[in-house]
């Protein structure tokens, strides 16, 4: 009896119930995102046109595509979260509103497509809360990249691109013992000349490297370092390979001109690009090989 009473006096313990995680309201969610393309649809509109026109932004029809992908491959992600609206995001989309009727007024496209970028943040802040806007930081970033530079800008880096892709083209084309006299960006050859224009500045192959370095650096690379260094070295990079496609372009003008121009000029750009992914590519896998010895023979310095 005195058994069955402290049994019955014992406390049962309760089940534990899962709390269940709220999801993100897609309808809301969807809402917002037509209200902004409406919103925006003239900026969008002219941004891809430039896109399919200008060939130093060809790059930016992949932008928003891999920016997506990266999303959907972090859908597990996203649904473990609780959202947590943040009002900070809604007074980010009210900024990037007022910077949008500024860059109206005043016809700047940089700040109107960028204002459209800042918009994004302040939906999935506004939205998700803290913790979306921190899983979807590097998609988010990355749609800066489909923004094509200010004007002021493109134009101040172009020309020295232009100078330094001539000065070395010179050289190289001096050590393959053809005459070449430099006159700025303009290569003086025995028969002809060659002027280094705007579109061989580099800037395209810049630009279009660096998103790829981004992308390359984060599906097959997980240091921050190594991605940064990735990054950094697309530019030495690309005023290599612009640089050879100069000088490939003098050699071939001076023994075989008609491959100098035309279909066969825009075909060496493409494989002098493909040819410089390669070589990024390649330094990759030598900071790889670099950090293995060092952290062989550091035990031995210790």
């Known amino acids: 009896m005195i058994y069955t009473g402290i049994a019955a006096m014992k406390p049962v313990a309760e089940p534990v119930r899962a709390t269940a995680v709220k999801p993100l309201p897609w309808f809301t969610t969807a809402w917002f995102a ?9 900026v969008l509109a002219a941004l891809v046109r430039q896109w399919n026109t200008d060939d130093d932004m060809g790059h930016g029809f992949f932008v928003p595509v891999v920016a997506l992908y990266i999303v959907w491959q ?13 009002w900070w995001g809604l007074a980010l989309v009210i900024y990037a509103a007022v910077q949008l009727h ?22 999935v802040l506004f939205l998700g809360g803290t913790a979306y806007l921190r899983t979807l930081l590097f998609p988010l970033c990355l749609l800066f ?6 004007a002021v800008i493109f134009n101040r880096v ?5 100078l330094l892709a001539s000065d070395v ?4 084309l001096t050590l393959l013992q053809i005459p070449v006299l430099r006159e700025g960006n303009i290569l003086e050859l025995a028969d002809r000349r060659l002027s280094v224009v705007e579109a061989c500045s580099g800037i395209r192959s810049l630009l279009s490297l660096s998103f790829l370095a981004l992308v390359y650096g984060y599906f097959f690379e997980r240091r921050t370092w190594v991605r940064a260094v ?4 697309t530019v030495p ?4 390979a612009n640089a050879s496609r100069v000088t490939l372009t003098g050699v071939l003008s001076e023994y075989k001109p008609e491959l100098a121009e035309g279909f066969f000029h825009g075909l060496s750009g493409w494989v002098i690009f493909m040819v410089a992914i390669v070589i990024l590519i390649l330094f990759h896998q030598l900071l790889n090989a670099a950090e293995r010895l060092w952290r062989a023979a550091r035990p031995q310095f210790s």
């Open 34 to 42: 037509a209200l902004l393309v409406a919103v925006y649809f003239p």
């Open 74 to 86: 972090k859908r597990d992600r996203l649904a473990a979260l609780t959202p947590r609206p943040n």
């Open 237 to 240: 990079i690309a005023i290599a």
């Open 102 to 123: 500024i860059a109206t007024l005043g016809a700047e496209l940089f700040l109107a497509r960028t204002a459209f970028v800042f918009s994004i943040f302040g939906a």
């Open 230 to 233: 990735l990054f950094l070295a």
């Open 145 to 150: 990249l489909m923004v094509p530079i200010p």
């Open 158 to 162: 172009t020309f020295p691109l232009q």
């Open 169 to 172: 083209a010179a050289k190289g």
